[in-house]
T-cell receptor, first 112, second 110 residues
Framework: EDQVTQSPEALRLQEGESSSLNCSYT??????LFWYRQDPGKGPEFLFT???AGEEKEKERLKATLTKKESFLHITAPKPEDSATYLC?????????????FGTGTQLKVEL | DGGITQSPKYLFRKEGQNVTLSCEQN?????MYWYRQDPGQGLRLIYY???????QKGDIAEGYSVSREKKESFPLTVTSAQKNPTAFYLC?????????FGPGTRLLVL
């Protein structure tokens, strides 16, 4: 069974204080690992897809990396508007429907 | 994603009542999904459809039903058999890179 574990559950940072969110996964062959951002009361917003170990992707203050067992979302010099819940999901090579398995998310709060 | 609409934003259900959540897309994608989100839990797959007139159960299909008569539409009915329906319901479509989500419907029980 595919599993995704995210840590920490919640993170509070000061503006400009860089940090990383972790996503550990077990999957029977990885097709892709996905990061989303979710604001309260809204649908998840797609950030990145990573396909193979060693791959990195960046968008503004966010950088996602991937190893064979985990992914990190690095946040450099965060701003209050980066406050949100960050979700990680995996998609297996096998199984129908291109289904995603999600973690429970990391709730990030960036304070002035 | 601006091409996915869900309605209503809030929905109230009385005991024993069936209610239907709407999901429409204008992105011309074949695959559509319904997820349920509860506090402290990851998104859980209810049903998915990869093509018109075909759909498959996800991990928590009991108490729910769907139809896929048109490519653009994938409505979800929460039946009276679903004993704990209070949740945030999310519709998604499968795009080039990943699944893209609608804005969600919050279902509350009166």
């Amino acid at each position: 069974e595919d599993q995704v574990t995210q840590s920490p559950e919640a993170l509070r940072l000061q503006e400009g204080e860089s940090s990383s969110l972790n996503c550990s996964y077990t999957v029977s062959g990885l097709r892709g690992l996905f990061w989303y951002r979710q604001d309260p009361g809204k649908g998840p917003e797609f950030l990145f897809t990573l396909y193979s170990a060693g791959e990195e992707k960046e968008k503004e203050r966010l950088k996602a990396t991937l190893t064979k067992k985990e992914s990190f979302l690095h946040i450099t010099a965060p701003k209050p508007e980066d406050s949100a819940t960050y979700l990680c999901a995996v998609q297996a090579l096998t199984g129908g429907g291109n289904k995603l398995t999600f973690g429970t998310g990391t709730q990030l709060k960036v304070e002035l | 994603d601006g091409g996915i609409t869900q309605s209503p934003k809030y929905l109230f259900r009385k005991e024993g009542q069936n209610v239907t959540l709407s999901c429409e897309q204008n992105l011309n994608h074949d695959a559509m999904y319904w997820y349920r989100q509860d506090p402290g839990q990851g998104l859980r797959l209810i049903y998915y459809s990869q093509i018109v007139n075909d759909f498959q159960k996800g991990d928590i299909a009991e108490g729910y039903s769907v139809s896929r008569e048109k490519k653009e539409s994938f409505p979800l009915t929460v039946t009276s058999a679903q004993k704990n329906p209070t949740a945030f319901y999310l519709c998604a479509v499968s795009g080039r890179e990943t699944q893209y989500f609608g804005p969600g419907t919050r279902l509350l029980v009166l």
